[in-house]
């Protein structure tokens, strides 16, 4: 029988729901790798714990990588947690739905239409 590693003690910053703007969601939706990031997540939705990093993949650095992920975070888009030395990503999608109702889904429909129409992930 296995057993999930505890969560770890190292927090991450995360803006309160009333923190988050709207102008900082669009930002983070506007970059092509950060929104492959969002729509990997929301495939993954049905999963409890969510993703890691590793299993997101994105054809940049590491440090590109990290960069992406933490303005994903910052601006209110995605939760990040440490399970054992695995940081866990999942959507805010309550936060979001709540925020700006149907924004999230709106965006995902376009970016699957459009990676439909032009052969990208």
Same mark, same amino acid.
């Given at each position: 029988?296995?057993?999930?590693?505890?969560? *770890?003690?190292?927090? &991450? @910053? $995360? %803006?309160?729901?009333?923190?988050?703007?709207?102008?900082?969601?669009? $930002?983070?939706?506007?970059? %092509?790798?950060?929104?492959?990031?969002?729509?990997?997540?929301?495939?993954?939705?049905?999963?409890?714990?969510?993703?890691?990093? *590793?299993?997101?993949?994105?054809?940049?650095?590491?440090?590109?990588?990290? $960069? $992406?992920?933490?303005?994903?975070?910052?601006?209110?888009?995605?939760?990040?947690?440490?399970?054992?030395?695995?940081?866990?990503?999942?959507?805010?999608? @309550?936060?979001?739905?709540?925020?700006? %109702?149907? &924004?999230?889904? *709106?965006?995902?429909?376009?970016?699957?239409?459009?990676?439909?129409?032009?052969?990208? %992930?």
């Amino acid at each position: 029988m296995t057993t999930a590693a505890p969560i *770890s003690s190292r927090a &991450l @910053d $995360h %803006p309160a729901r009333t923190e988050i703007r709207l102008e900082g969601v669009l $930002h983070a939706l506007s970059d %092509p790798m950060r929104l492959r990031v969002v729509r990997q997540l929301a495939r993954d939705e049905a999963g409890l714990d969510g993703l890691s990093c *590793s299993q997101i993949d994105l054809p940049v650095t590491k440090s590109t990588s990290t $960069h $992406h992920f933490r303005v994903l975070r910052e601006s209110g888009v995605i939760q990040q947690i440490y399970r054992g030395t695995a940081k866990l990503n999942g959507l805010r999608r @309550d936060d979001l739905d709540a925020l700006f %109702p149907g &924004l999230l889904d *709106s965006v995902l429909a376009a970016a699957r239409t459009q990676a439909e129409r032009t052969g990208t %992930p």
